[in-house]
């Protein structure tokens, strides 16, 4: 199983960028997807769901309205639309996969490679 995360880069507070996360070896439709993040001295932490169908996301409170999780199972990834971007965005971004949402958010299956997530003030 591979989850390769990609998208990430510095950006200007206020800005907007996407993250990818283009998965293999598993049965992507099947699986939650979520995105993580892990700051600088800080505990990795929930970002965002989206279950099998795209039907039903969600997010944590401080993402919620400025981020949008999204996924094309045809292509097998997800994305992660981030806007009105804030220095406290700035962290490693990870994307997992679980087969259901309680272990996404407590222990996933799969977890991907970081990408880097910078925001300028």
């Known amino acids: 199983v591979q989850l390769q995360a990609s998208g990430g880069g510095l950006v200007q507070a206020g800005g907007c960028l996407r993250l990818s996360c283009a998965a293999s070896g598993l049965p992507f439709s099947s699986n939650y997807m979520g995105w993580f993040r892990q700051a600088p001295g800080k505990e990795r932490e929930f970002v965002a769901a989206i279950n099998w169908s795209g039907g039903w996301t969600y997010y944590a409170d401080s993402v919620k309205g400025r981020f949008t999780i999204s996924r094309d199972n045809a292509k097998m990834t997800v994305y992660l639309q981030m806007n009105s971007l804030k220095p406290e965005d700035t962290a490693v971004y990870y994307c997992?996969?679980?087969?259901?949402?309680?272990?996404?958010?407590?222990?996933?299956?799969?977890w991907g490679q970081g990408t880097q997530l910078t925001v300028s003030s």
């Open positions: 997992a996969a679980d087969r259901d949402f309680y272990g996404l958010r407590s222990s996933p299956d799969y």
